[in-house]
């Protein structure tokens, strides 16, 4: 489900800029990041799922990563798919197993998130009524690339308007998939940020595992290193900021 950004209003954004997350547990992957991270002065977040499975190195990695300012942020105990589990259960047994569990345990090993990554970009606006009561924002997946009852539909990344946080408090948004596999350009995030630029929005992008040239396929859950560095550069060349999710709503992350 996609959630479009409405009006404008002021806060705590002064200017725009990118924000990118991470999703799942490649801790040892991210944490080879913190160079190109730091050439930047980029403050990104990763979504971690299934903490419980954590080696003390990982948790340590990740503790070292929020020191230097990134967040870290849930992405479910288990990594279901919300609607089709809550169809099979219950809305109570999403809540108490993927939920709970994941903020008991990254509590535990000393995290306390603030806002969640759906797996697999699924939801209900039900579900997303319960989360937002532990969360301030919701992250969904959006790609430039969909398929629909057998057709593939393509959207210029500057006209998707769901990845460009408009200022507005918005709790439920979508970050566009940078993987390999969404078969993204260079010259598709310059007009994305050109956008972000001319609008004082912020773009908001993410990705899995990074690799190397070395090592990835079209098909690899994840997302090329050296992509992200150009993104990073073109960022740069903008004077765009780097936020992360969380920073997208300053104000709600106070209040609870």
């Known amino acids: 489900m996609l959630f479009f950004a409405s009006c404008h209003s002021q806060n705590t954004i002064e200017s725009g800029g990118i924000a990118l997350s991470f999703d799942d547990r490649f801790v040892k992957e991210w944490i080879q990041l913190k160079p190109i991270l730091n050439k930047y002065n980029a403050k990104v977040t990763f979504y971690v799922t299934q903490p419980d499975s954590l080696s003390e190195e990982d948790i340590q990695m990740l503790h070292e990563l929020r020191k230097e300012g990134h967040e870290i942020g849930c992405h479910g105990a288990m ?142 859950y994840g997302f090329d290193v050296q992509f992200l560095e150009q993104i990073l550069a073109e960022s740069a060349k903008l004077n765009l900021k780097t936020y992360t999710m969380q920073e997208l709503n300053a104000d709600a992350s106070a209040s609870k």
């Open 79 to 220: 990594h279901v798919q919300s609607m089709y589990y809550i169809w099979d259960n219950s809305l109570d047994a999403y809540m108490e197993n993927e939920i709970f569990h994941a903020l008991l345990v990254m509590k535990k090993q000393g995290f306390s998130p603030k806002t969640f990554a759906h797996p697999g970009g699924s939801q209900t606006w039900y579900s997303d009524r319960q989360l937002l009561k532990y969360f301030t924002l919701l992250r969904d997946v959006s790609m430039k690339y969909q398929n629909f009852l057998g057709f593939q539909y393509i959207r210029e990344i500057e006209n998707i308007d769901e990845i460009y946080h408009q200022r507005n408090h918005e709790q439920k948004v979508n970050a566009l998939l940078i993987d390999v596999s969404a078969k993204l350009t260079i010259e598709d995030i310059k007009k994305g940020l050109q956008r972000a630029t001319k609008e004082g929005s912020v773009m908001m992008l993410f990705g899995h595992k990074p690799l190397t040239k070395t090592t990835q396929n079209i098909n690899e």
